[in-house]
């Protein structure tokens, strides 16, 4: 294919059996209803499906971890404020310079956190400063 990623816009009339959109994993085509194609936290969702992620879940909901964009999230035209949560984060290798590991067997640590926001603002200017850490 000559594009990265398709995405299909179909009327409100087609049947998506209550879903919003629909995506190949780890492929390139993404399918949304009309009416939510707009909604910011449905496209990022989808596009994530074309990434190689599946639904964060959390007990026996497969979208029960609301701290990201492959969990449950609002269908509204400004939301959501979420980005991809910490472990899709890692996953993809963003903000690597800034990852650490921890072994909890090991011992105990003190880490400084960095906000996306700031590490994308230049903000991770000391070394100790993180993003993501893994447990």
Known sequence: SLYTNVMYVLPEDVNFNGSA?????????SVFLDIFVSFQYVLMHEIGH???HHHSGQGSSAYGDNSGMMGLQTYTTNAPRA???????WWFGWYSDRHTEITPSSGSRRLNM????DY???EATSIGQYTV???
């Open 21 to 29: 959109a629909y995506a190949s994993l780890n492929g390139y085509l």
């Open 83 to 89: 980005c991809f949560n910490g472990a899709k984060s």
């Open 133 to 135: 850490a893994r447990i």
């Open 120 to 122: 994308l603002n230049g």
């Open 114 to 117: 960095l906000s996306i926001n």
């Open 50 to 52: 074309n990434l190689g």
